[in-house]
């Protein structure tokens, strides 16, 4: 599968000296794109490993512990 790419150069970046001054730098992240082929039946094999592992429980607990639910 071939990806349209896009230099990073191609959108300006924003002014990074306000948030350089508050200790933050910058990070990009590459997620999956939802809209590709065959992302669901990935997604639903993945969260049904999750869902049935012996840690199933443990898991879901530490997900609450974190989750911000106000």
């Keep these: 599968m071939r990806l349209r790419s896009r230099s990073a ?3 300006p970046a924003p002014n990074p000296q306000p948030l ?3 200790k933050l730098r910058r990070v990009d992240v590459w997620i999956s794109d939802v809209n590709a082929p065959g ?11 999750v869902a049935n592992s012996k840690h ?3 898991d879901q607990d530490f997900i609450d512990a974190i989750s911000d639910r106000d």
């Design 20 to 22: 350089c001054e508050e």
């Design 56 to 58: 199933a429980k443990q």
């Design 39 to 49: 992302f669901r039946q990935e997604a639903r094999r993945q969260s049904l490993l």
């Design 9 to 11: 150069r191609a959108t």
